[in-house]
């Protein structure tokens, strides 16, 4: 089953629960003397023909059945035995109704039932006139339901034989549950559960019935009541066949109910759990294929849309072999087209949607499935703009589920989606109808949930239009808090940074509330809150370890910490770039990662237990606007942007005052400008048609006017800015602001202002923190790679080939002879302070050691960055163009400790790669900066090699005479801008530097 695509983000969560368990042919089955009494027997010569019709249907060779049956009838009318007519006339129903020939099947059904009232076998005639239901159901709903009330109440009476009575009641509910009439499933297996419960207690039949009503509860959105079926079914199934499937099955399902009650990290084990008892009983089957796809669905909601797209591949695969055309694959691409609508692919989205569809149409119109297609498709034409074909989808998904699941989760997402397309067609009275009704679902069946949080946030977002923020700031605070409670659970960093992408928004909301209420301060905490808190947090914990007052035990305590943190990222890391072909593989990985937590869980239990007052000091506080405040030098501006739909936010600080902007704006149309102003200055000014030459500096300015103009007052008598923007802002060269034209000539921001970055105020303090080694300066220079020869088609598969396709950038390693030129500056500018490196010597294992103990560390060489798996952006070191020469984001991230002051990073994208909208740009110089240097140089795109060594150069003359890091750059930026050869932006602007100034 594919949840709905809820909220205002478009995300799909694709979970599968387990088919119900069919139990065996009831009448022919061995039943316990003490139980019930025997089976109608047919005429000893027809009974071996019974039994092969029994095994024609349980190996659903329907039309051989049918035949078969026909023959059956024949001859039992013959001889006059009604036993056999009436087991015959079972037997052609069955077949005829699996055939979806049910008006054959329905006159089959009646003539059983007459046959086997006049025989007096009443357990019989519950399933001949639950199988007329079924067969009535489209055409008579009300007859239907009559005959199911009828059959049940007949059950109720049945003393005979009650336990064959249950296995055909657990029939009927499957036949049912297939046919997602939800209601009738949950009546007949609740009733199949008591008789099981009363005769059979602890038996596989009783797991297997309360796993079923496990699955229906699911389905309902009933997660607590589901929770408690699956642990009870879970607990028989251990006790009876421990690493079983069935256990397998059970852990699955539990894995979905975790997973809609928000708690990723327990739905990840127990899919982790199941998938490793499956792949070694039936490894390649269909069963994997499943637990595959849930474990995409997992990996999708925590935002990593790499790994996402690599499980739902493999299940696709496995899918596509197994059961072509089916109702899985369907559903597969379902998940497939959520990624990519996620990627921004809205062609390649609808595509996959389009598939599904197509199957869905064929073999189960009008059901669940179908409606979680129309889900998708109203996400992927809302993403497209066309909001009246995204209400018409919404409305037809809705009309589905409440029919097949009212009440059910799957109705409250799908009235969030109807709200917030009301919203967007300014319908505030419809969006809060449809948010408040969805709402009282939520909170009913997963109350404390992260879907709370959403609606509540969609909620206040309506307060916020119509200009009530006192009443979005009720809803909001309680949104946060459910936030808050998640994200503490959470233990590594990385996940908890996933989860800020993904809910997260109520913090901007709050942000925007408190300005409309003129708090501007109140603001800037809320803006404080959201931001880089993961990188934040480990800097911290990082900064206490090292702390000299700390008791020995707990120094090795938390040293031990931190290697568990490290190694669960790197075999996390390795989980997403596994090959899912090898099952022995990925169940090795997935053990490691369970044993990896179990450990940090036991290590963070045992230091809150015996180091308590420490422990409460171990994950940071949000900071107060006075600690912010207390954060600044005199002298210094900080500046929090936020943009938001139709709001930008900007909230400015200096140690003494606050002010807070709220701009109505085209949130799209900034976003296309930022990105147009940064892709024309990311040109050699040659390369630039006549257009670009003409709109880029009318572009700047109109920047500038947006983003820096409305808080211009702040910033008199300011000596530097310290920027904290958010989104694509990230990406802004800043510098190339054109404050205004003098005289026909653009006067830039950066010859006004002073100006470095931040990913919060939060790693600001911690590395300002950071104690750096006095001396040494290590060099790290790279110049010979492949002359500008193209991969070779050998190489295509090679980590560099797909870095170097994933950066977007070009795919040719050209040689930098500027390096070398800027290699001879540095060393006569350093001279025998420096340690160089260069070509084959400047290995990543080298340049580590000699990096780990010197306070400048400067790199100049290729790098890229990749932007579908961030931490797999790289410096391309020794051996040039070799995978072993590539020293990734991650490698620094997990493994590099550094005392530097400086960290240059005198390359290509360096300060470029995955966006994040919360967590900040997740690029090398984030890595290094998470490694432990105070601050680092970095670029925004493809620089100029002979420029860059001109400025480097400039920066460290300025560097070694104390000059302040923001200043030097700004110096040695000027430098260039009055130069003949490099005035153009695209030379200097693209440098920043992140981190402490001093």
């Known amino acids: 089953m594919c949840l709905s695509c809820v909220l205002l983000v478009g995300l799909g969560s694709p979970c599968e629960a387990q088919a119900p368990t069919v139990p065996p042919d009831p009448a022919g089955q061995q039943q316990p003397p ?168 602890g038996s596989p039949e009783t797991a297997d019935t309360l796993n079923n009503l496990g699955i229906v509860a699911g389905d309902q959105g009933n997660v607590a009541l589901a929770r408690r079926y699956f642990e009870q079914a879970l607990a028989l199934h251990k006790h009876l066949a421990p690493n079983s499937l069935e256990v397998a099955n059970t852990l699955n399902n539990l ?194 949930s992260l879907t709370v949080a959403g609606t509540l946030s969609n909620l206040a977002q309506l307060k916020l239009i119509q200009r009530q923020p006192q009443a979005a700031l009720q809803l909001l605070q309680r949104a946060v808090a459910l936030v808050e409670a998640h994200r503490q659970t959470l233990a590594d960093p990385e996940t908890r940074a996933l989860l800020a992408e993904q809910r997260f928004q109520p913090y901007l909301l709050l942000a925007l509330a408190y300005l409309q209420l003129n708090q501007p301060a109140k603001a800037a905490e809320a803006f404080e809150r959201s931001r880089a808190r993961s990188l934040a947090e480990t800097l911290h914990q990082r900064q206490l370890a090292l702390s000299p007052n700390l008791p020995a035990p707990l120094r090795q305590l938390l040293q031990q910490h931190q290697q ?79 943009l938001m739909e139709n709001y930008l936010l900007i909230v400015a600080v200096s140690p003494t005052r606050v002010q807070g902007v709220v701009r109505e704006v085209d949130s799209k149309q900034l976003e296309q400008q930022v990105r147009e102003l940064r892709r024309i200055l990311g040109k050699m000014p040659a390369f630039r048609s006549a257009p670009e030459r003409e709109s ?11 983003l820096v103009a409305p808080v211009q007052g702040m910033l008199k008598g300011a000596r530097r800015v310290l920027l904290c923007p958010d989104g694509v802002l990230s990406q802004l060269p800043w510098a190339a602001l054109i404050v205004e034209r003098r005289g026909g000539q653009p006067v830039y921001w950066v010859e006004r202002a002073t100006l470095h970055l931040t990913p919060s105020v939060g790693v600001y303090r911690q590395v300002r923190r950071v104690r750096p080694a006095t001396q040494g300066v290590v060099i790290a220079a790279v110049w010979r790679y492949t002359g500008g020869a193209p991969i070779e088609s050998a190489q295509a598969r090679s980590p560099v080939a797909t870095l170097l396709r994933r950066s977007g950038a070009s795919t040719l390693l050209t040689d930098l002879p500027a390096v070398r030129v800027e290699v001879q500056l540095l060393r006569r500018l350093f001279g025998r302070q420096a340690g160089v490196v260069e070509n084959a010597q400047a290995t990543p294992q080298v340049v580590q050691r000699l990096a780990k103990n010197a306070r400048v560390v400067h790199f100049a060489c290729h790098a890229r960055a990749d932007n579908t798996d961030p931490l797999g952006s790289a410096l391309l070191l ?63 795109w493809e620089v100029s090699d002979k420029a860059t060594a001109e400025l480097v150069h400039s920066f460290y003359k300025w560097y070694l005479r104390g000059v302040a890091k923001d200043e030097a750059l700004r110096r040695a930026q000027l430098a260039l801008r009055r130069s003949t050869l490099y005035a153009d932006p695209y030379y200097w602007s693209g440098f920043v530097l992140m981190g402490d100034y001093r």
């Open 696 to 706: 880029w500096q009318r572009l700047s300015q109109q920047l500038y006017a947006q």
């Open 878 to 940: 020794a051996p040039a163009g070799a995978p072993r020469g590539m020293l990734t984001a991650e490698e620094v991230l997990f493994r590099w400790r550094l005392n530097a002051d400086v960290v240059m990073l005198s390359a290509c994208e360096t300060g470029v790669g995955a966006l994040r909208l919360h967590e900040g740009m997740y690029s090398l110089g984030r890595a290094f900066l998470g490694a432990g240097a105070r601050s680092v140089g970095m670029s925004l």
């Open 564 to 642: 568990l943190s490290a190694q669960r990222q790197r075999a996390y890391r390795q989980l997403q770039r596994a090959d899912l072909n090898n099952p022995e593989q990925l169940a090795q990985l997935q053990r490691r990662l369970r044993a990896l937590e179990q450990q940090q869980r036991a290590l963070d239990e045992r230091i809150r237990r015996e180091f308590p007052a420490f422990a409460r000091q171990y994950l940071p506080t949000p900071l107060s606007i006075q600690q912010i405040q207390q954060s600044l030098d005199a002298g210094t501006v900080l500046l929090y942007y936020a």
């Open 34 to 201: 003490h139980q019930d009494a025997p089976a109608p027997e047919p005429h000893p010569d027809l009974k071996p023909l019974v039994e092969v019709i029994r095994t024609r249907l349980h190996k659903r060779k329907y039309e051989e059945a049918l035949q078969q049956a026909s023959a059956l009838l024949q001859r039992a009318t013959e001889k006059g035995d009604a036993v056999g007519q009436a087991y015959a006339q079972r037997f052609r129903a069955r077949a005829l109704q699996e055939l979806n020939r049910l008006q054959e099947a329905l006159l089959a059904w009646e003539r059983a039932e007459q046959l086997w009232r006049e025989i007096g076998d009443g357990a019989l005639v519950v399933e001949a006139m639950l199988g007329q239901a079924f067969c009535v159901w489209r055409a008579n709903e009300a007859g239907s339901r009559r005959l199911v009330e009828q059959a049940l109440e007949l059950a109720r009476a049945e003393q005979r034989r009650p336990l064959t009575l249950a296995r055909i009641l657990g029939n009927a509910g499957a036949d049912w549950y297939n046919a997602r009439v939800l209601g009738f499933a949950q009546q007949c297996w609740e009733q199949a559960l008591v008789i099981f419960e009363r005769l059979t207690p």
């Open 255 to 448: 894995g979905v109910v975790a997973h809609r009650w928000g708690d990723l990290n327990l739905a990840q084990r127990y899919f982790e759990q199941a998938l490793a008892i499956k792949v070694r009983l039936v490894p390649n089957s269909l069963t994997v294929a499943s637990t595959l796809n849930n474990l995409g669905g997992v990996a999708f909601y925590r935002g990593d849309l790499l790994l996402a797209w690599r499980y739902f591949e493999q299940a696709l695969a496995l899918y596509e072999r197994l059961a072509p055309n089916s109702l899985e694959v369907a559903g597969t691409l379902n998940n497939l087209g959520n990624v990519a609508l996620n990627y921004g692919d809205l062609v390649s989205a609808q595509q996959y949607y389009g598939r599904a569809l197509a199957i869905q149409e064929r073999l189960a119109p009008n059901s669940l499935t179908m409606a979680s297609t129309h889900v998708c498709l109203g996400l992927a034409a809302r993403d497209g703009g066309d909001l009246a074909l995204a209400q018409r989808y919404f409305e037809q998904a809705l009309a589905l589920y409440e029919r097949l699941a009212p009440n059910s989760l799957e109705v409250a997402g799908t009235l969030n989606n109807l709200g917030s397309v009301a919203r967007h067609r300014g319908d505030v009275v419809l969006a809060q109808r449809s948010f408040e009704r969805a709402l009282a679902i939520q909170e009913r069946l997963a109350p404390n």
